[in-house]
């Protein structure tokens, strides 16, 4: 194969494409004589009419395991690779890095792999255990103290504050697979360049780590919310990383409380208690009443998950204290959302495992109220399945099944696996019941609405 094969114009044009089709029949036609669709399938193992449709086809093959096979036979050189190797995603698991470079690596592969490899990335194993090593790592790093380098302009962290912002909104207000892709290219493309030239050791450096870790805190939380737990732990444990490069005790604790409430949700709520504990810890190096009682509120949680009602009602109380003292002129833009809609969600939710309906439809009523008067759909409609819960252990199968067909009209709003989740355990609780009149309101409603919630 001569040394420029790759270099000639058709090629790199191919191969910009991301098209592996165009590639065969670029490469096909780069030989003298072409190269047959006939003999290019017997060295890929595939049949002439299949080359022939991949090289028509406009859709990219999105297969990792495909591509990587054509590609070696193909002898493409990884550099010009447009997906991620095997070799990034082995580099690209939950773990805490010591060094920044390494760290920034690990952020590089991520984002590719958003990017081109959401596929494998769902299918990838979760571990609850690996959120708790880099969560005492965090914890220690925090305590002792960090620093290092050179410095970014003012400006260009603004503009990544700015973006954060924006897709914090579309996720609390549209779910979280609805942009994650265009905010993992962001990441990709204009964060993670900055991230290789500068160091925290600068206000602007500093600043700079903080942003990027927001914005990483916020893909490992779409995909939290879109059922990637796989996905959503690598990024949460990296921005736990870059949160304690840049000094930001109260944004580390806020990235352990997404992986308390994970492990949750999970069914390892005993982790959750455990993360949100060592969040607690953490806060205490720094200030924030919002993270504080989001924390509480969270282990109230998985205390509740795990039956513990008195635990239960001691870190309400806690969280219902943090949250009176919090002062929004005071907090980060990404606490902008611990607020009545919130905490009062996960309340309900905690008294809806313990099966005390009183409290939980008390609360989740605050919840759904503040969340209507927001036009936040995702958390109105858990709210609502909350309710409906509560009104089923109470044997209100008529306030069950309504609250249950307003959380379906809201969950269909918005991309949210965890809002399809809860209307799914509603239907799974109500089949029993389906003979009722408005119980079969509810089931055709959300047949209809939300097809993937069915039993």
């Known amino acids: 194969m001569p040394a420029d094969f790759w270099l000639r114009p058709a090629l790199a044009d191919a191969l910009h494409s991301r098209n592996i089709g165009r590639v065969f029949l670029a490469y096909r036609k780069s030989w003298n004589p072409w190269i047959s669709q006939t003999r290019l399938a017997e060295w890929l193992d595939l049949t002439q009419g299949r080359i022939s449709e991949l090289e028509r086809s406009r859709r990219a093959v999105t297969d990792l395991d495909r591509l990587e096979r054509w590609c070696d036979v193909l002898r493409v050189p990884p550099r010009l690779r447009w997906f991620a190797s095997r070799s990034d995603t082995a580099n690209s698991g939950p773990e805490y890095a010591e060094g920044l470079p390494a760290t920034v690596a690990v952020v590089a592969v991520l984002g590719r792999q958003d990017m081109e490899r959401r596929a494998f990335l769902a299918g990838a194993l979760f571990s609850v255990a690996a959120s708790v090593g880099p969560s005492r790592d965090w914890l220690v790093a925090t305590l002792d103290g960090t620093g290092a380098g050179r410095s970014v302009g003012g400006e260009q962290v603004a503009e990544i504050r700015r973006t954060f912002a924006v897709f914090q909104e579309l996720d609390v207000m549209r779910g979280g697979g609805h942009a994650r892709e265009q905010l993992s290219k962001y990441l990709t493309s204009q964060v993670v360049p900055l991230l290789r030239e500068n160091d925290p050791a600068s206000d602007s450096g500093r600043a700079l780590f903080e942003a990027a870790a927001e914005q990483l805190y916020l893909l490992g939380w779409m995909g939290f919310d879109n059922g990637e737990h796989s996905s959503a732990q690598r990024y949460l444990v990296q921005a736990l990383r870059l949160a304690e490069a840049a000094g930001s005790p109260e944004l580390g604790a806020h990235v352990l409380a997404g992986l308390s409430d994970q492990a949750t949700l999970t069914g390892h709520p005993d982790h959750g208690v455990q993360l949100a504990r060592a969040g607690r810890v953490g806060l205490a190096q720094g200030h924030s009443n919002a993270c504080a009682a989001r924390l509480w509120a969270l282990q109230a949680k998985a205390e509740?998950?795990?039956?513990?009602?008195?635990?239960?009602?001691?870190?309400?109380?806690?969280?219902?204290?943090?949250?009176?003292?919090?002062?929004?002129?005071?907090?980060?833009?990404?606490?902008?959302?611990?607020?009545?809609?919130?905490?009062?969600?996960?309340?309900?939710?905690?008294?809806?495992?313990?099966a005390c309906p009183e409290e939980a439809t008390r609360y989740?009523?605050?919840?759904?109220?503040?969340?209507?008067?927001?036009?936040?759909?995702?958390?109105?409609?858990?709210?609502?399945?909350t309710?409906?819960?509560?009104?089923?252990?109470?044997?209100?199968?008529?306030?069950?099944?309504?609250?249950?067909?307003?959380?379906?009209?809201l969950a269909a709003t918005v991309t949210s696996t965890r809002s399809t989740a809860a209307i799914h355990d509603l239907r799974t609780r109500l089949m029993p019941h389906r003979a009722a009149r408005v119980v079969r309101e509810f089931f055709s409603l959300s047949t209809a609405l939300l097809p993937a919630a069915g039993v």
């Open 364 to 385: 989740a009523t605050v919840s759904a109220t503040e969340s209507e008067r927001l036009n936040r759909a995702r958390r109105g409609a858990m709210a609502q399945a």
């Open 304 to 354: 509740g998950a795990m039956g513990d009602a008195g635990a239960v009602v001691r870190s309400v109380g806690q969280a219902e204290a943090a949250f009176g003292n919090i002062d929004l002129d005071d907090e980060p833009e990404w606490a902008r959302f611990i607020d009545a809609a919130y905490v009062n969600g996960e309340f309900a939710h905690a008294f809806r495992d313990l």
């Open 387 to 409: 309710l409906a819960r509560a009104a089923l252990d109470s044997h209100d199968l008529e306030a069950a099944a309504t609250a249950g067909s307003t959380a379906v009209k």
